[in-house]
């Protein structure tokens, strides 16, 4: 099977740049099929850590073709500046060869900015939490079909026509909502420069990746955020704006649906950043355990995260939904010393009855049930054969199998590539 997708099961934040990193190894492409750069994944290299936002986590390799794919919304100028960093650390960047971009991605301009600002601003039923990014108004405009394209930064008329819509509808109502109206002059000449910049690398991928299907090419898609901040499948309202389970690396890549092989990403703990319901939430001293141990604070905001028990319900849930077969456990080390340790295998309802199944509506009024395990206090970066983790760590492993019903193939001990243990 060529094709493989890694999306992560929860609300993002799963490693799943390290697992990118690794499974890349094998991979010719790299595919980002979603979201923008409110997406921060994290590689530790032997030069030191790595952040990316825009860039797929394959571009460390230097035999991958990486992808930023047509679901994807980008701001061209943070992407510019991405590229600008990754060269200055050593590591080639050639648009047009090793990184492609879709000529049908959407482009982030500053007026999403100020909207995504403006929108949170004056929510009265509470902030959703964005990054502040411009990337929810982004893909609304997508929606609104007032969008622009990064096609559209390479032909000057054409950008003239696009931008000529987007600040009409946009100037509308800016100026009655309080926002700074629109220069288009402005705006053209700061994306004319970046479609200048980022010439080399834009054109059809979607054609591409599908003649490299269909050669056999081994092709690796890269999701961002997490299954439950899917938008049509996440903790609605409090979801990202894209489509971030498997769902999206079709339509996102523009590979036509076949059979492909769905890792779930998932830590060995629960975590979430931003607003939103989060049943098995700590907001007790072993929270502020879990965050200091894991070292949970947003890659892209620095926003400490919200943490909590592993939950079995609602890995469950996402991963029928991704029609994940096999799930990579990450931060396995990061337990120790935590005892007992606990998984969420079921909830109570505000009416009393109980429920194993991940309910749309009213999760904060759940109350989560556990399942206790013994904890392990023994350090597990060096081990790299399950039958060596401490009979505590296998038994918790063991148990997250058989409350999610799919199997741990993967386990991560520690943020270095060789720190795995594969099953």
């Avoid at 999701?223 to 903790?235: K, R």
């Amino acid at each position: 099977m060529p094709t493989t997708c890694v999306v992560g099961i929860l609300w993002g934040d799963e490693g799943k740049g390290k697992v990118i990193d690794y499974l890349a190894a094998d991979a010719d492409y790299v595919v980002r099929f979603g979201g923008g750069h409110n997406a921060g994944h994290t590689l530790y290299l032997p030069s030191g850590k790595l952040v990316l936002h825009l860039v797929p986590s394959g571009i460390v390799h230097p035999h991958t073709v990486n992808v930023i794919g047509n679901g994807v919304v980008v701001d061209p100028v943070h992407l510019c500046g991405e590229i600008d960093r990754l060269i200055e650390r050593g590591i080639a960047v050639e648009l047009g060869r090793n990184l492609l971009l879709s000529e049908r991605a959407h482009v982030i301009v500053e007026a999403h900015r100020l909207q995504d600002a403006w929108g949170e601003g004056v929510r009265s039923g509470g902030k959703i939490g964005t990054t502040g990014r411009g990337v929810g108004p982004a893909y609304s405009d997508r929606c609104a079909r007032i969008g622009l394209r990064l096609g559209d930064l390479v032909d000057p008329a054409r950008l003239d026509r696009a931008l000529a819509n987007l600040v009409e509808q946009k100037n509308a109502w800016f100026g009655p909502a309080g926002i700074p109206l629109l220069d288009a002059a402005a705006m053209r000449n700061t994306l004319l420069a970046a479609g200048d910049r980022l010439r080399a690398g834009i054109g059809d991928t979607g054609k591409l990746l599908r003649d490299a299907s269909a050669a056999g090419k081994r092709i690796l898609l890269e999701g961002a955020q997490g299954c439950l901040l899917d938008l049509e499948h996440g903790t609605y309202p409090f979801v990202t704006s894209s489509h971030a389970s498997t769902g999206g690396a079709y339509s996102g890549s523009g590979l036509p649906p076949h059979e492909m092989r769905t890792v779930g990403i998932v830590k060995a703990y629960a975590t979430r950043v931003g607003e939103g319901p989060f049943p098995s939430e700590l907001k007790d001293d072993t929270g502020d355990r879990l965050r200091v141990a894991g070292k949970e604070f947003g890659s892209t905001t620095g926003r400490p995260r919200r943490c909590g028990w592993f939950d079995s319900v609602a890995v469950r849930y996402s991963g029928a939904v991704s029609g994940a077969t096999e799930l990579v456990l990450t931060n396995l080390d990061v337990l120790r010393g935590f005892d007992p340790l606990r998984v969420v295998v079921g909830y109570r309802l505000p009416d009393g009855s109980k429920t194993t199944d991940f309910p749309a509506f009213e999760l904060e009024r759940l109350t989560p049930e556990f399942a206790e395990l013994p904890g392990f206090t023994e350090d597990l970066q060096q081990v790299r054969r399950f039958e060596d983790l401490p009979p505590n760590a296998r038994g918790y492993v063991e148990a997250i199998e058989r409350h999610t019903g799919i199997a741990v193939r993967t386990i991560s001990v520690g943020p270095e590539r060789q720190q795995v243990i594969l099953r």
